[in-house]
C-alpha cells in the first residue's frame, strides 16, 4: 500500500515560486497527480504523471507549474511558478493504482496524502 507525504508550502508573493514535494513510498505502478482544494471550493486536479513521464495539466497552471518525478528517490515534486492569489489552496499528492492513461479527475485516485498549504499574496 502506497503511503504519500507532502512537504513544501507555504505563503508567498503573488508572482513567486513554490516546489512542493511528494515522498511516495510502498508503491510498484501509480499514476502520481497533485490536486488543490480551496475553501468551499471541491477538490480539482492540478497535475497528473504517469509512469512513462506523460503528462497533463489543468488549463489553469499550463505553463506556470511543472510536475516531475524522481524515482531514485521516490519523490514527486511541483514546481510552481508565477503564482496567483487563486492560487492559493491546500494541494495534495494522490495516487492511482495501476492506471496508465492520464486524468485529473479525483475519484480515480485512491490514495492522498495529508495535503500542504499554499498561500499567496498581494
Known amino acids: 500500500q502506497v503511503q504519500l507525504v507532502e512537504s513544501g508550502g507555504g505563503s508567498v508573493q503573488a508572482g513567486g515560486s513554490l516546489r512542493l514535494s511528494c515522498a511516495a513510498s510502498?508503491?510498484?505502478?501509480?499514476?502520481f497527480g497533485w490536486f488543490r482544494q480551496a475553501p468551499g471550493k471541491e477538490r480539482e486536479g492540478v497535475a497528473v504523471?504517469?509512469?512513462?513521464?506523460?503528462?497533463t495539466y489543468a488549463a489553469s497552471v499550463v505553463g506556470r507549474f511543472t510536475i516531475s518525478q524522481d524515482n531514485t528517490k521516490n519523490t514527486l515534486y511541483l514546481q510552481m511558478n508565477s503564482l496567483k492569489l487563486e492560487d492559493s489552496a491546500m494541494y495534495y499528492c494522490?495516487?492511482?493504482?495501476?492506471?496508465?492513461?492520464?486524468?485529473?479527475?479525483?475519484?480515480?485516485?485512491?490514495?492522498w496524502g495529508q495535503g500542504t498549504q499554499v498561500t499567496v499574496s498581494s
Open positions: 494522490a495516487a492511482a493504482e495501476g492506471r496508465l492513461l492520464l486524468t485529473l479527475l479525483p475519484t480515480a485516485f485512491g490514495y
Open positions: 510502498g508503491y510498484s505502478w501509480y499514476l
Open positions: 504523471i504517469n509512469r512513462y513521464g506523460a503528462t
